[in-house]
């Protein structure tokens, strides 16, 4: 019955298996996107656009493929519920959100309002106790641009939903017959608590041309919230030196939620967990969140990562698995700079940041590594007496290409004023530390 479309999953899986996909390229690959997006808005000459290898990109995306089980269900879905094709390519990257969709998780909705020749659709949601994902769609003339901005997310009753950032993707942009495109899009909402209420209000501003308009979609969700199943684990590794305990998992549809902590005597300052994943007994894995929130901090020694959900799977086994951490000195762990003397002040022992250079309220610092680093190493910043500086506009290049040479770009809004020196934090860094963890969750 559904030969066709199971051929066509299966020619997309048969495309990619045979293509290597480094698990620390998937939250690089992701963050250059942001990036670039983040650069292209503006027109500063410091600023060079990178354009991030797109076809490396969709080879990292589309390769998840291999591992999804294609099934009648999941066909059905594609062949039954209009555009549900274009809902694939937005979620693809995750192995997890396409099982919540194969295993009849996803509830459509279909709430529209036009303005302006622009129709703005709810298509449908995901939804469990930790978040909320929002399909949307958005149907223009051919020749009409424009932006989304910041979506609201509010209960009918006009009380505020607790949510603590919201991710935005989008899919491809799709012609039709009419004379009309079709952009669709996703909003992955990270809630601070479990929704207290099934009507809810989407607000969504669009701006085109020089004029913004204001959609309100009211929507209701009604499918019953599937519960969270939590292990606790308590377990403590040692890693060439560094304590992390590893507290409890929580399994939601769309996401693992592992809470971690370091013990505040390590001497190494823990970035990033590059290859957490879980495997179960089999060998399948489910990597880190690869497109949205891959991590919550709660403090300097305590943080929640966020995998792949494997909450429609119930394997025999279950592991936690680590073999690589981004982490640094703890007093090495800032770059100080002063804008003033266009001096950098400190950084670590590598001295991979080099040529600080200060134009109007831009700052572009050098980063030369050996290898590859896609990542954006700045976090937060603070001026003298450790107040913190709004950092709202952020970029990334490579000098002449060699993507081991990155300039990197931070936009400090009356930067004049701001006292000297800044402290750049380090969210991210080219140091490791190694292991061969494997924590049992069941």
Excluded at 25 to 52: H, Q, T
Excluded at 219 to 231: G, M
């Amino acid at each position: 019955m559904y030969e066709k479309e199971e051929s066509q999953l299966t020619n997309y899986k048969n495309s990619y298996d045979n293509i290597e996909a480094p698990l620390e390229l998937l939250d690089e690959a992701i963050l250059n996107g942001f990036m670039k997006g983040k650069s292209e808005k503006r027109k500063n000459p410091l600023m060079k656009k990178w354009v991030f290898s797109m076809g490396l990109a969709a080879i990292i995306l589309l390769g998840f493929f291999s591992s999804i089980r294609l099934s009648p269900a999941f066909a059905n879905y594609i062949t039954v519920i209009p555009g549900m094709e274009k809902l694939v390519e937005l979620i693809r990257n995750d192995k997890g959100k396409m099982l919540a969709v194969e295993n009849d998780y996803y509830e459509k909705l279909g709430v529209s309002k036009e303005k302006d020749g622009l129709t703005v659709t709810i298509d449908g949601a995901i939804t469990d106790e930790n978040g909320l994902l929002l399909f949307y769609s958005i149907e223009t003339d051919n020749d009409t641009e424009f932006y989304v901005e910041g979506p609201r997310l509010h209960y009918g009753d006009g009380k505020s939903v607790k949510w603590g950032s919201i991710s935005s993707s989008e899919g491809e942009v799709h012609t039709e017959g009419n004379g009309k495109s079709i952009s669709t899009g996703s909003f992955d909402i990270d809630l601070k608590q479990p929704l207290v209420s099934n009507e809810l209000v989407l607000t969504v501003k669009i701006k085109k041309d020089s004029k913004t308009e204001e959609f309100i979609l009211p929507f209701q969700l009604k499918k019953e919230i599937k519960e969270k199943k939590t292990y606790q684990l308590n377990k403590t590794v040692t890693i060439e030196g560094q304590k992390i305990t590893f507290l409890d998992a929580t399994i939601y549809p769309l996401r693992v939620a592992v809470h971690i902590k370091m013990d505040p005597a390590n001497t190494k300052k823990i970035l990033n967990f590059d290859d957490l994943r879980l495997v179960d007994e089999n060998g399948e894995v489910w990597n880190k969140i690869a497109n949205g929130v891959s991590a919550s901090k709660i403090s300097d020694d305590e943080a929640i990562i966020y995998l792949q959900s494997n909450y429609f799977r119930e394997p025999k086994e279950l592991y936690l698995v680590l073999n690589k951490i981004q982490a640094v000195n703890k007093e090495e762990a800032m770059v100080v700079i002063d804008t003033q003397t266009k001096q950098i002040l400190k950084q670590p022992k590598e001295n991979i940041f080099s040529d600080l250079i200060v134009e109007d309220d831009q700052v572009v610092l050098t980063m030369q590594t050996k290898n590859k680093f896609h990542y954006t190493p700045f976090g937060e910043a603070k001026d003298r007496k450790g107040n913190v500086v709004e950092v709202p506009e952020t970029s990334m290049s490579p000098r002449g290409g060699d993507e081991r040479v990155i300039e990197f770009g931070l936009r400090i809004p009356e930067l004049q004023k701001v006292m000297n020196p800044i402290s750049l934090e380090l969210s991210f860094f080219p140091s490791w530390i190694k292991s061969e963890a494997k924590i049992k969750i069941k």
